[in-house]
């Protein structure tokens, strides 16, 4: 590849310039400190006047001057004294004619002459401009960093730079790979497009939250058109000197059209792309890079084939005017796979690994409801590490159900000491949420409790997600905090006291009720009205009281939800026992054990 081998040196020679930078600034510390205790030395020993000297001359009382030529400090050493003395005389030459015509007279005095100390004259003069040459050596940097605005990562297949993805690598977003099919036709013949009159769309944003595969499908239209896709962060544009992120833009966008048809593809676009704003500062910069970014997607000729994907996870925070026709003229969300795009992303990540023949994909499909793209790959890798580890010959499917539990609850904790007492609060606790979840037509079947800590739980109870849900009815959603609240409600009435164990339950029913009034609109008082404001003014003009009246209707359905958790246990506590005490002795039970309570 051309331009990565540019980039990579003027990587190497900014840093070597500020190694050089460090070093020089090291050095004349070393040279200022040195300097500056031979000059404390010379200010202490002066201990002989000028005319004192003369007069020890001229008495004979001189044994030896030692001198250095160019300086004005002479060592002199008298007669019957062992410690020698300093002064600083007026001027040398003049000195030096003056003894020797002392010794012509018969004044025997030993005249040394020395050559200078080279490197205290270089530490003199280095701190005398030590101050012109830090500043030099800024400039030199600064403008070394404007040279390196050009950060974009290059895939145009020379010398192996290919992004080797294609549509076949990208799993579970079949409608999103036929919107962008048109893409890829277009990057392969835009002749035949302009012919026609069309205009494709110059910019793409792709939408969704972490992990979902934005990046990847970015990769795979690359991929399939086979052109040339340069690839930058958003934060890479942004740096510590003004102007730079404008700059690095500019060069982003020339960069491209010398080798276009081609991708420019910004991840993270947030980062430069948020609203605009009048301040100052760091802001100021980011809207700068912003305006140059505009720019440059109005700067397109008709006839440049250059497409600019970015990708975001927040789309409501960026500015309206990246947004509008003629920029990033297409949204396409990357949603979450379904079911059956889970399957086939675990298949996709599978083909490097050694699975056991019985294993089930769909099975782990659907025990997965939610999980991203990333978080898929996650899990196989940790199930290959768990197989690994137990020495395995291939991954079973325990090592799959062990690697899901991890990455959803945490790290099982068999080590950590756990009191009888907290052993049988959080029995009772768990067997509650399960027993209660198992009444509640809306709440999903229990696949597993158990009371061995994992992460941060003292214990869980897993439920079989095999459908994924768009919509909740307001029923699922009573019956949510009915479920949630089940352990609070058994630790109530079987043990006549409560802990600290469930405030993460309280926690997220208090924010589920919440959500059904104030979002959902599902409260009968209130109406289907969303008072989820941004600013807490605009409540205001629903009246002063309403923020009495969501909090009493966030109790009322919390209140009602644990009312009803302890008519469900009390009508059923001889399997709250069963299930409690099954837990104590064996910490875990399974689904087929659960259902065996209720037979």
Same mark, same amino acid.
Do not use: W
């Given at each position: 590849?051309?331009?990565?081998?540019?980039?990579?040196?003027?990587?190497?020679?900014?840093?070597?310039?500020?190694?050089?930078?460090?070093?020089?600034?090291?050095?004349?510390?070393?040279?200022?400190?040195?300097?500056?205790?031979?000059?404390?030395?010379?200010?202490?020993?002066?201990?002989?006047?000028?005319?004192?000297?003369?007069?020890?001359?001229?008495?004979?009382?001189?044994?030896?001057?030692?001198?250095?030529?160019?300086?004005?400090?002479?060592?002199?050493?008298?007669?019957?004294?062992?410690?020698?003395?300093?002064?600083?005389?007026?001027?040398?030459?003049?000195?030096?004619?003056?003894?020797?015509?002392?010794?012509?007279?018969?004044?025997?005095?030993?005249?040394?002459?020395?050559?200078?100390?080279?490197?205290?004259?270089?530490?003199?003069?280095?701190?005398?401009?030590?101050?012109?040459?830090?500043?030099?050596?800024?400039?030199?940097?600064?403008?070394?960093?404007?040279?390196?605005?050009?950060?974009?990562?290059?895939?145009?297949?020379?010398?192996?730079?290919?992004?080797?993805?294609?549509?076949?690598?990208?799993?579970?977003?079949?409608?999103?790979?036929?919107?962008?099919?048109?893409?890829?036709?277009?990057?392969?013949?835009?002749?035949?497009?302009?012919?026609?009159?069309?205009?494709?769309?110059?910019?793409?944003?792709?939408?969704?939250?972490?992990?979902?595969?934005?990046?990847?499908?970015?990769?795979?239209?690359?991929?399939?058109?086979?052109?040339?896709?340069?690839?930058?962060?958003?934060?890479?544009?942004?740096?510590?000197?003004?102007?730079?992120?404008?700059?690095?833009?500019?060069?982003?966008?020339?960069?491209?059209?010398?080798?276009?048809?081609?991708?420019?593809?910004?991840?993270?676009?947030?980062?430069?792309?948020?609203?605009?704003?009048?301040?100052?500062?760091?802001?100021?910069?980011?809207?700068?890079?912003?305006?140059?970014?505009?720019?440059?997607?109005?700067?397109?000729?008709?006839?440049?084939?250059?497409?600019?994907?970015?990708?975001?996870?927040?789309?409501?925070?960026?500015?309206?005017?990246?947004?509008?026709?003629?920029?990033?003229?297409?949204?396409?969300?990357?949603?979450?796979?379904?079911?059956?795009?889970?399957?086939?992303?675990?298949?996709?990540?599978?083909?490097?690994?050694?699975?056991?023949?019985?294993?089930?994909?769909?099975?782990?499909?659907?025990?997965?409801?939610?999980?991203?793209?990333?978080?898929?790959?996650?899990?196989?890798?940790?199930?290959?590490?768990?197989?690994?580890?137990?020495?395995?010959?291939?991954?079973?499917?325990?090592?799959?159900?062990?690697?899901?539990?991890?990455? /959803?609850?945490?790290?099982?904790?068999?080590?950590?000491?756990?009191?009888?007492?907290?052993?049988?609060? /959080?029995?009772?606790?768990?067997?509650?949420?399960?027993?209660?979840?198992?009444?509640?037509?809306?709440?999903?079947?229990?696949?597993?409790?158990?009371?061995?800590?994992?992460?941060?739980?003292?214990?869980?109870?897993?439920?079989?997600?095999?459908?994924?849900?768009?919509?909740?009815?307001?029923?699922?959603?009573?019956?949510?905090?009915?479920?949630?609240?089940?352990?609070?409600?058994?630790?109530?009435?079987?043990?006549?006291?409560?802990?600290?164990?469930?405030?993460?339950?309280?926690?997220?029913?208090?924010?589920?009720?919440?959500?059904?009034?104030?979002?959902?609109?599902?409260?009968?008082?209130?109406?289907?009205?969303?008072?989820?404001?941004?600013?807490?003014?605009?409540?205001?003009?629903?009246?002063?009281?309403?923020?009495?009246?969501?909090?009493?209707?966030?109790?009322?359905?919390?209140?009602?939800?644990?009312?009803?958790?302890?008519?469900?246990?009390?009508?059923?506590?001889?399997?709250?026992?069963?299930?409690?005490?099954?837990?104590?002795?064996?910490?875990?039970?399974?689904?087929?054990?659960?259902?065996?309570?209720?037979?």
């Amino acid at each position: 590849m051309k331009e990565k081998p540019k980039n990579k040196n003027n990587k190497d020679k900014f840093y070597y310039l500020l190694a050089f930078l460090v070093a020089i600034i090291c050095f004349a510390g070393v040279f200022l400190i040195i300097f500056n205790q031979n000059k404390d030395k010379k200010e202490e020993e002066k201990d002989l006047a000028y005319t004192e000297l003369i007069k020890q001359i001229d008495e004979g009382s001189i044994e030896k001057i030692e001198m250095t030529t160019g300086s004005t400090t002479i060592k002199v050493k008298l007669k019957n004294v062992e410690e020698e003395e300093k002064v600083i005389i007026p001027s040398t030459q003049a000195f030096i004619e003056l003894v020797q015509e002392k010794v012509k007279e018969g004044n025997e005095i030993e005249l040394i002459q020395n050559s200078p100390n080279i490197f205290l004259k270089i530490a003199d003069t280095l701190v005398t401009f030590l101050p012109t040459i830090i500043i030099c050596i800024l400039f030199i940097v600064v403008l070394k960093m404007q040279g390196l605005g050009d950060k974009g990562k290059v895939y145009d297949g020379e010398k192996g730079t290919k992004t080797n993805v294609s549509f076949k690598d990208v799993a579970g977003l079949d409608e999103e790979k036929h919107e962008l099919i048109e893409i890829v036709d277009f990057l392969k013949e835009p002749k035949r497009f302009h012919e026609m009159g069309a205009k494709i769309p110059r910019g793409i944003l792709l939408c969704g939250k972490p992990g979902t595969g934005k990046t990847l499908i970015a990769k795979a239209i690359a991929g399939e058109a086979g052109v040339p896709f340069i690839s930058m962060s958003g934060s890479e544009f942004i740096e510590m000197f003004a102007g730079l992120g404008a700059s690095r833009v500019r060069k982003l966008f020339e960069k491209a059209k010398k080798i276009s048809p081609c991708i420019i593809f910004i991840d993270e676009i947030d980062a430069i792309g948020a609203r605009r704003t009048n301040a100052s500062g760091a802001e100021s910069e980011n809207n700068q890079t912003l305006n140059q970014l505009l720019v440059e997607m109005d700067g397109f000729d008709t006839e440049e084939t250059i497409i600019v994907l970015a990708a975001t996870n927040r789309p409501e925070m960026l500015d309206k005017a990246l947004l509008r026709p003629g920029r990033f003229d297409r949204q396409i969300t990357i949603a979450a796979p379904d079911a059956k795009g889970r399957e086939e992303i675990l298949k996709i990540h599978a083909e490097n690994k050694k699975f056991s023949k019985d294993i089930n994909f769909k099975d782990i499909a659907n025990d997965t409801a939610g999980f991203t793209g990333a978080e898929l790959a996650n899990v196989l890798n940790e199930a290959a590490i768990i197989a690994t580890t137990k020495k395995h010959k291939n991954i079973l499917m325990q090592d799959l159900e062990e690697a899901v539990k991890k990455v /959803t609850v945490g790290i099982e904790k068999h080590s950590r000491v756990i009191s009888d007492k907290d052993k049988k609060l /959080t029995a009772y606790h768990e067997a509650g949420h399960a027993i209660v979840s198992k009444f509640l037509e809306t709440q999903f079947e229990v696949k597993e409790v158990s009371i061995i800590p994992r992460g941060l739980a003292g214990g869980y109870t897993m439920y079989k997600t095999n459908e994924d849900k768009y919509y909740v009815s307001k029923t699922e959603m009573e019956e949510k905090l009915i479920a949630l609240l089940g352990g609070r409600a058994a630790e109530k009435i079987a043990l006549n006291d409560i802990s600290t164990g469930a405030s993460n339950d309280i926690e997220v029913a208090t924010q589920v009720a919440k959500d059904m009034v104030t979002v959902y609109g599902m409260s009968d008082s209130i109406g289907p009205i969303n008072l989820q404001t941004k600013e807490p003014y605009e409540q205001l003009s629903f009246g002063e009281n309403i923020n009495d009246v969501i909090g009493s209707e966030v109790k009322r359905l919390i209140d009602i939800a644990y009312k009803r958790a302890q008519e469900i246990l009390l009508a059923n506590m001889d399997k709250l026992h069963s299930v409690a005490g099954r837990l104590l002795e064996k910490e875990v039970i399974s689904a087929e054990e659960f259902e065996e309570f209720f037979r």
